[in-house]
């Protein structure tokens, strides 16, 4: 499957502007031969939005779905982006913002909407204040007879949400992110450990610039069951594509033993 990575911040606290950022980058994407398009965590709203947390905030079925949906069929190219999820039916405000989640959703060439998944671990202050957690650790779509799985940003960090996907059957794990200076060797180092210490594709898809009190580096990733990186896009905006490979994983998945070899019942003191 070859899969683009938006490195982009689009124009924070503008879904409009953001849409249309993603319609260039989808038709430009599909030109290339790509069949999934993957966006940055958050890009529907922008991140550093603070008050428009709650007014900008929507249901997984809401507006912007159904515009990213007639994106992706136009275009004939599944997307995975990043928005901020109203799970409750009121309409939020700053001193109480609801139930809100840190989500990301991925929706087929068909415009279909396949799969949903609500951030687990939430990083800083920020995150704390604006959204709750979710609490499925492990949310999985088939995409091409590929065994799509999703992650946000911090949550790959943590080395038990992606071997959770590796025991899963998960082929290639999507990370919407907005990863900030000075963590940038998490994209650097940390991911391709993990695509390699659990064998399987991580495409790690970042923000770019200052964005209020943040700075993102990019540096977004396609990472191999290898432990290479298939591309990689530089700090600014930009429009990266690798292959994800089924017969390589498969290849990699063989004459790597990590998984063959663990041993989990030592492994209780972890829970």
Known sequence: MRTALLQSSGRPGS?????????EAAGRAAEAGAGLLVCPEMFLTGYAIGDDVPTLAERADGPGALAVADIAVRHGIAVLYGYPERADDGSGTADDPGVVHNSAQLIDASGQR????????????????????????????????????????????FPENVRAHALAGTDLLLVPTAQMHPFQFVAESLVPVR?????MYVAYV????????????????????????????????ELVIGEVDPELLSASRETNPYLRDRRPGLYGSLT
Not at 125 to 137: A, D, I, L, N, V
Not at 206 to 235: K, Q, W, Y
Request: net charge negative; glycine share 12%.
């Open 114 to 157: 396949l799969a949903n998944y609500r951030k687990t671990h939430l990083f800083g202050c920020f995150e704390q204040r604006w959204f709750t957690p979710g609490e499925e650790s492990v949310v999985q779509a088939e995409l091409d007879g590929i065994r799509i799985g999703m992650l946000i940003c911090y949550d790959v960090e």
């Open 206 to 237: 970042n923000r770019t610039g200052p964005e209020g009190e943040f700075e993102f580096v990019g540096l977004s990733c396609l990472a191999a069951p290898d432990g290479t990186v298939r591309t990689r896009a530089g700090r600014g905006e």
């Open 195 to 199: 695509a390699f210490e659990s064998q």
């Open 15 to 23: 879904v409009a502007e953001n849409l249309k950022v993603l319609d």
